[in-house]
């Protein structure tokens, strides 16, 4: 069964704590992605990795961190430098990164800062 | 960088009504890709247009792209409720990806 998931699907998380959201993909795919989506605003990125052991910065990558140490697996930290942390995380992948990629998405993680 | 704008936010329509969105760009896009999201849900990829004037057809969707390939448009024909959802526009590739901000379609019995 191929496809993208995400977990844990909600998260909450006090003040000052870092948190690692998790996405796993086993569709073969080169590119991965991560974006943020607040209510009534399109997806923002914020971490985008075209290959193992390489990523790059996004629109909003401040108070963010990422690792991509296998294929399979692209798992994003909410560091307490994040001002405004609640959001809906989204993440994707993509066959090679290319503008005529399809993007594949996970089904999300809410995450939510007490 | 690159922008674009789609319109309207908001789309409140009747059951069997036709809609339709649009993104608009200033510059010439290489590419267009469709996304519906549902309420809570993820988004999930519709259509891709490449080519100048090209228009596609999935049952009652038709998804249109610009002779100039400046602009893009989705028109679903006699809306469902299953048609509830929010629509955007993705342009460009790799780190270099262009949202549209979304349509957000209810539909009313």
């Known amino acids: 069964d191929g496809g993208i998931t995400q977990s844990p699907k909600y998260l909450f998380r006090k003040e000052g704590q870092n948190v690692t959201l998790s996405c796993e993909q086993n569709?073969?795919?080169?590119?991965m992605y991560w974006y943020r989506q607040d209510p009534g605003q399109g997806l923002r990125l914020i971490y985008y990795?075209?290959?193992?052991?390489?990523?790059q910065k996004g629109d909003i990558a401040e108070g963010y961190s990422v690792s991509r140490e296998k294929k399979e697996s692209f798992p994003l930290t909410v560091t307490s430098a994040q001002k405004n942390p609640t959001a809906f995380y989204l993440c994707?992948?993509?066959?090679?990164?290319?503008?005529?990629?399809?993007?594949?998405f996970g089904p999300g993680t809410r995450l939510t800062v007490l | 960088g690159q922008q674009v704008m789609q319109i309207p936010q908001y789309q409140h329509v009747q059951e069997g009504e036709d809609f339709t969105t649009y993104c608009n760009s200033s510059?010439?896009?290489?590419?267009i890709q469709w996304y519906k999201q549902r309420p809570g849900g993820h988004p999930v990829f519709l259509i891709q247009?490449?080519?100048?004037?090209e228009v596609k057809k999935q049952k009652r969707l038709t998804f249109q792209f610009g002779e100039a390939k400046k602009n893009s448009s989705l028109h679903i024909t006699a809306t469902q409720t299953t048609d509830v959802g929010t629509y955007f526009c993705?342009?460009?590739?790799?780190?270099?990806?262009?949202f549209g901000t979304g349509t957000q379609l209810k539909v009313e019995l």
């Open positions: 510059t010439t896009l290489s590419n």
């Open positions: 994707a992948s993509a066959t090679s990164g290319g503008h005529t990629d399809t993007q594949y």
């Open positions: 990795s075209q290959i193992v052991n390489d990523f």
């Open positions: 569709l073969n795919h080169d590119a």
């Open positions: 993705i342009t460009g590739g790799g780190n270099k990806l262009t």
């Open positions: 247009l490449v080519k100048s004037g």
